[in-house]
């Protein structure tokens, strides 16, 4: 099995893959407060519930947009696993070129989602990350990754509404039967999740009047499910797309040693 590691600002998603199928995936909360032992104790666990032992963890890799527990996640693979986890960066072969000024600031994140969208789809492509942030990436028709949008997320949105607004509480993030609200928590809903929707047909339509025709859109993320549906424009929802973008990375750098 090799395991899949991306690390975001929120949450820690972890997947395992046999045979080239994923077998399982799951996530845990960041806290950058944990030790290296405490991760793999909280690791080890997940993996206990899905059956899995450390002997059969033959390789991992990580991507990471939080720098400050990036190594001690990487300690507590070493620990529970064994393995030394492989690092999402450009240098590897992943399949992709970047085209942007400076393409050390590309996420590892978009990185994994561009791999994964040029290894399943047709291009060009837009890739939708719906996280703490939201974040559209331009991949071009030669897979190369053309640039970027990046705005606030759907979560980060609606907890600065609620905490800025004092009649205003919290609501669950689902769509509400109709776009005019009759009360405070359909109108929140309402701006909320078909707000989201309509900024993703928008922001594709402007990404197209530069890019080109696209012939994939494809989102990912916590907050895709609940909006992603709500488009006009068709978009293919994969939960997965990060990890499997690493997967792809892992398995052509293992073909690349051979």
């Not at 949450?11 to 799951?26: C, K, M, P, Q, R």
């Not at 600031?105 to 789809?121: F, N, S, T």
Request: glycine share 10%; net charge negative; with cysteine.
């Amino acid at each position: 099995m090799i395991l899949t590691v991306d690390i975001g600002n929120t949450n820690i998603v972890l997947g395992g893959y046999e045979d080239g199928v994923l077998a399982f995936s799951t996530r845990i909360s960041t806290d950058k407060s944990l030790e290296a032992d405490q991760y793999a104790l909280e690791l080890s666990g997940i993996l206990r519930l899905y059956k899995v032992s450390a002997e059969r963890i033959e390789g991992a890799i990580l991507s990471s947009v939080v720098p400050q527990i990036t190594d001690t996640v990487a300690r507590a693979l070493r620990l529970f696993a064994g393995v030394e986890p492989l690092r999402l960066a450009q240098s590897l072969p992943t399949g992709v070129t970047v085209q942007i000024d400076n393409p050390a600031e590309l996420g590892a994140d978009l990185l994994a989602g561009a791999i994964a969208a040029k290894a399943a789809y047709p291009l060009p492509a837009i890739v939708i990350d719906m996280g703490t942030a939201t974040k559209l990436t331009a991949v071009d028709a030669d897979g190369v990754v053309q640039g970027v949008s990046i705005m606030p997320g759907l979560f980060i949105s609606l907890n600065a509404l609620v905490s800025g607004a004092s009649q205003l509480g919290g609501i669950a993030t689902e769509a509400p039967r109709r776009a005019i609200g009759k009360n405070t928590v359909e109108s929140m809903q309402s701006g909320v999740v078909f707000g989201a929707a309509g900024m993703l047909d928008g922001m594709i339509e402007r990404f197209e009047a530069e890019l080109g025709p696209v012939k994939t859109v494809v989102a990912t993320g916590g907050a895709a499910g609940c909006v992603v549906p709500h488009c006009k424009r068709p978009i293919t929802h994969v939960p997965t797309l990060i990890l499997d973008g690493l997967y792809e990375v892992y398995r052509r750098s293992a073909a690349a040693e051979e």
